[in-house]
């Protein structure tokens, strides 16, 4: 998904086709659970579809942008800017949740049993419940924009090629990227972390510790 309602699917990744989403607005994240898809965008604006192809329009009383949005705990989150947080259980009814901080929240992961949020300047956001959220120190002040949990290990990315990781979403550890481009979305599958970002940037890694390079061979496109 992407840029003024664009939604794709793919059965295998290689062959892909567009999906009519009912919405012009950019479209920033999407996630899997409880039977249903839930995607999540600019304006407040969530959509949700039970095959990935038909999509509906849902109200979710938030006019902020969404950034992430995730399924944990048989809990649908959704974060974004403004501190906004979301939870549903069926990803249809939405209820704002006070985070506690003004930053932009830009991604949620959940492992652990903790849900995480990272955010602008390095913060770090915990909760057991998706009611009530604990600052934590990520011990650096770069902007976080994306972080997935794999290998009973939590891995935020950022800015300047900024890794942090953590095996309980309190105490974290910086890691060496080899790279100064931005990092934008990551993920975990198949016993691999992938990263990408700016400049067609793809960082790979097996524990979430030891990153290297990967070709995305799209440069210098910007991947998210």
Known sequence: MGRNGA??????????????????????????????????GRNGTILTSTDGIAWILRPSGATSDLQGVIYGNNTFFAVGRNGTVLTSSDGIKWTARLS?????????????????AVARTGKILTSKDGVTWTSRSS??????????????????????????TS??????????????????????????????GFSGAVLISKDGIT??????????????
């Open 100 to 116: 506690g901080i003004p930053f932009h929240i830009e991604d949620v992961s959940y492992g652990n049993n903790i849900f995480v």
């Open 211 to 224: 990153w290297s390079p990967g070709s995305s061979g799209v440069l210098p496109s910007y991947l998210y």
């Open 139 to 164: 011990g650096i002040t770069s902007d976080l924009h994306g972080i997935t949990y794999g290998k009973n290990i939590f891995a935020a990315i950022g800015t300047y090629g900024t890794i942090v």
């Open 7 to 40: 939604i794709l699917t793919s059965q295998d990744g290689v062959a892909w086709a567009s999906r009519q989403s009912e919405t012009t607005v950019d479209l920033q994240a999407a996630t899997f659970g409880n039977n249903i898809f839930v995607a999540v």
């Open 167 to 196: 095996p309980d979403g309190v105490v974290w550890t910086p890691r060496s990227s080899r790279t100064v481009s931005e990092l934008h979305g990551i993920t975990y599958g198949r016993n691999t972390f992938v990263a990408v």
